[in-house]
């Protein structure tokens, strides 16, 4: 997907970003994720915990006492926007108020810095016991979109229509099909034709996305995440059906999509890569598995596709002096099947073993190019706790919380304030059955609001959570050895 320039560019900032780190050490941690899974709660907490020396037991440097201080620093790139971590916060806490935070809906970043005893001599004569996390946040569905770049505008006309005529798909995109039939593709370029294909063929995404479907691959992820490009002549393009009817020449309908579609990966996806996505050291993906394995068989296996996809995207490998010369690579990367606390414990390790089975394929390539790959049920804030109710003479492991105002299971509607128990239903010890679909609609979920938080935050009194320590030993533990 690069040519020889843009090595030779991504090789010159790796070699001036390891300059820079001898003096001040710095990891950049990607943290994506598709719609809904977490991102901004996981910044968040992340942030929150290390701020205030939370109890992390197994995240070695804040459990042994080494780290001395954490604080936010300016970040260092002005052209991005600042995650909002005072905001979301406070959203978190707002006492009986308390709601859960905006979901990501851009680009952002922050620089989160960590004084700590170093314990090598090297360390404590040049940097002194200083790393800084550049935190970089950005929607899962803008990195489905970097396999365009390897893409004309007719092959990916071409694989996004034959995707689209089969399975769950089909259904859902038989509106949009009916009036692709009525296009003429040499006809003309017409702004109001382009702008109702273009709305058509988002209505159908969002579509696909809904709880009810799930479906994950479905880029342009620009269309279904638009940020500050909504209403902009760059999202106003669709697929055309181009083997029913010939091409268009110059000033078509064809030729005006084939443009803003060129467009597109020129001005959105290239420099997103190029800019952002090429210069990250560390890499967390949040999964929401739930929701997929609610969804049924079609979901799942859409999901394991868009998750081969992404690991496919990220320059994987071990990191070296000899790699820099070659742009940076991403040496560790957490998949994250978020929201474990709608489950109990004793399922964590069967979310996790089905989350494995997803990736099984694609992450023995990337650990073959040297790259640390983990599999981890976690939830950064958790907003249930665990419950036993005796029901006709069985007790039934529960989880117990505050849903959020207007959920529902069967004819009972929750008010938003009161607590109650539910049976979310157990996974399987064999990830096999989940797989094919065999618990779609089985589980039990609702949304539970932010768990009550004392207002002052003390210090060592983080968010209650499920596993991530662990998700933040294995991406960033190794800096402090």
């Given at each position: 997907?690069?040519?020889?320039?843009?090595?030779?560019?991504?090789?010159?900032?790796?070699?001036?970003?390891?300059?820079?780190?001898?003096?001040?050490?710095?990891?950049?941690?990607g943290?994506?994720?598709?719609?809904?899974?977490?991102?901004?709660?996981?910044?968040?907490?992340?942030?929150?915990?290390l701020?205030?020396?939370?109890?992390?037991?197994?995240?070695?440097?804040?459990?042994?006492?080494?780290?001395?201080?954490?604080?936010?620093?300016?970040?260092?790139d002005?052209?991005?926007?600042?995650?909002?971590?005072?905001?979301?916060?406070?959203?978190?806490?707002?006492?009986?108020?308390?709601?859960?935070?905006?979901?990501?809906?851009?680009?952002?970043?922050?620089?989160?810095?960590?004084?700590?005893?170093?314990?090598?001599?090297f360390?404590?004569?040049?940097?002194?016991?200083?790393l800084?996390?550049?935190?970089?946040?950005?929607?899962?569905?803008?990195?489905?979109?970097?396999?365009?770049?390897?893409?004309?505008?007719?092959?990916?006309?071409?694989?996004?229509?034959?995707?689209?005529?089969?399975?769950?798909?089909?259904?859902?995109?038989?509106?949009?099909?009916?009036?692709?039939?009525?296009?003429?593709?040499?006809?003309?370029?017409d702004?109001?034709?382009?702008?109702?294909?273009?709305?058509?063929?988002?209505?159908?995404?969002?579509?696909?996305?809904?709880?009810?479907?799930?479906?994950?691959?479905?880029?342009?992820g620009?269309?279904?995440?638009?940020?500050?490009?909504?209403?902009?002549?760059?999202?106003?393009?669709?697929?055309?059906?181009?083997?029913?009817?010939?091409?268009?020449?110059?000033?078509?309908l064809?030729?005006?999509?084939?443009?803003?579609?060129?467009?597109?990966?020129?001005?959105?996806?290239?420099?997103?890569?190029?800019?952002?996505?090429?210069r990250?050291d560390?890499?967390?993906?949040?999964?929401?598995?739930?929701?997929?394995?609610?969804?049924?068989?079609?979901?799942?296996t859409?999901?394991?596709?868009?998750?081969?996809?992404?690991?496919?995207?990220?320059r994987v490998?071990?990191?070296?002096?000899?790699?820099?010369?070659?742009?940076?690579?991403?040496?560790?990367?957490?998949?994250?099947?978020?929201?474990a606390?709608?489950?109990?414990?004793?399922?964590?390790?069967?979310?996790?073993?089905?989350?494995?089975?997803?990736?099984?394929?694609a992450?023995?390539?990337?650990?073959?190019?040297?790259?640390?790959?983990?599999?981890?049920?976690?939830?950064?804030?958790?907003?249930?706790?665990?419950?036993?109710?005796?029901?006709?003479?069985?007790?039934?492991a529960?989880?117990?919380?505050?849903?959020?105002?207007?959920?529902?299971?069967?004819?009972?509607?929750?008010?938003?304030?009161?607590?109650?128990?539910?049976?979310?239903?157990?996974?399987?010890?064999?990830?096999?059955?989940?797989?094919?679909?065999?618990?779609?609609?089985?589980?039990?979920?609702?949304?539970?609001?932010?768990p009550?938080?004392k207002?002052?935050?003390?210090?060592?009194?983080?968010?209650?959570?499920?596993?991530?320590?662990?998700?933040?030993?294995?991406?960033?533990?190794?800096?402090?050895?």
């Open positions: 997907m690069t040519g020889l320039f843009d090595e030779a560019r991504m090789a010159f900032g790796s070699l001036s970003d390891a300059a820079t780190g001898l003096t001040h050490p710095t990891i950049r941690l943290v994506t994720g598709l719609s809904r899974a977490g991102k901004t709660v996981f910044i968040t907490a992340l942030i929150h915990d701020l205030h020396g939370a109890r992390l037991p197994l995240f070695t440097p804040m459990a042994t006492g080494r780290i001395a201080r954490a604080y936010l620093e300016p970040q260092p002005d052209r991005l926007p600042r995650f909002a971590y005072e905001e979301h916060l406070a959203a978190l806490t707002a006492g009986d108020e308390r709601h859960w935070p905006q979901s990501t809906r851009r680009l952002s970043q922050l620089r989160l810095t960590l004084e700590y005893e170093p314990t090598r001599f360390a404590r004569h040049t940097h002194g016991g200083r800084s996390i550049d935190i970089v946040d950005y929607p899962g569905e803008w990195l489905l979109d970097l396999p365009l770049l390897a893409l004309s505008y007719e092959a990916w006309s071409t694989a996004t229509l034959a995707a689209n005529r089969k399975g769950p798909r089909k259904q859902f995109a038989a509106e949009w099909h009916a009036h692709l039939g009525t296009l003429d593709v040499a006809a003309p370029a702004e109001a034709v382009a702008a109702e294909a273009a709305r058509m063929f988002t209505a159908y995404l969002a579509r696909c996305r809904a709880d009810d479907v799930s479906l994950s691959s479905l880029p342009p620009r269309f279904l995440m638009p940020g500050d490009l909504d209403g902009s002549p760059l999202l106003t393009f669709a697929p055309l059906d181009l083997e029913a009817k010939p091409s268009g020449g110059r000033g078509s064809h030729a005006l999509m084939r443009r803003r579609y060129d467009s597109y990966v020129a001005h959105v996806v290239r420099p997103f890569f190029f800019d952002h996505f090429a990250l560390r890499q967390i993906v949040l999964v929401d598995v739930l929701t997929a394995l609610n969804a049924g068989s079609e979901a799942l859409d999901l394991s596709a868009a998750l081969t996809g992404v690991l496919e995207c990220f490998g071990t990191r070296s002096w000899a790699s820099q010369l070659f742009g940076r690579r991403i040496d560790a990367i957490v998949f994250a099947a978020s929201k606390d709608l489950l109990h414990h004793s399922s964590h390790d069967r979310l996790e073993a089905i989350l494995e089975a997803l990736l099984a394929d992450a023995e390539r990337a650990q073959f190019s040297g790259a640390r790959i983990d599999a981890v049920a976690m939830s950064a804030i958790r907003a249930t706790r665990e419950a036993v109710i005796r029901q006709k003479g069985e007790d039934l529960c989880i117990a919380g505050v849903p959020e105002k207007g959920e529902r299971i069967g004819k009972e509607v929750f008010d938003g304030m009161s607590e109650a128990a539910i049976f979310p239903g157990d996974l399987p010890e064999d990830p096999g059955p989940a797989l094919a679909g065999e618990f779609e609609g089985h589980l039990k979920f609702v949304r539970f609001r932010p009550p938080m207002d002052d935050l003390s210090p060592h009194r983080g968010f209650p959570h499920i596993r991530l320590d662990r998700a933040l030993e294995f991406l960033i533990g190794d800096a402090f050895r």
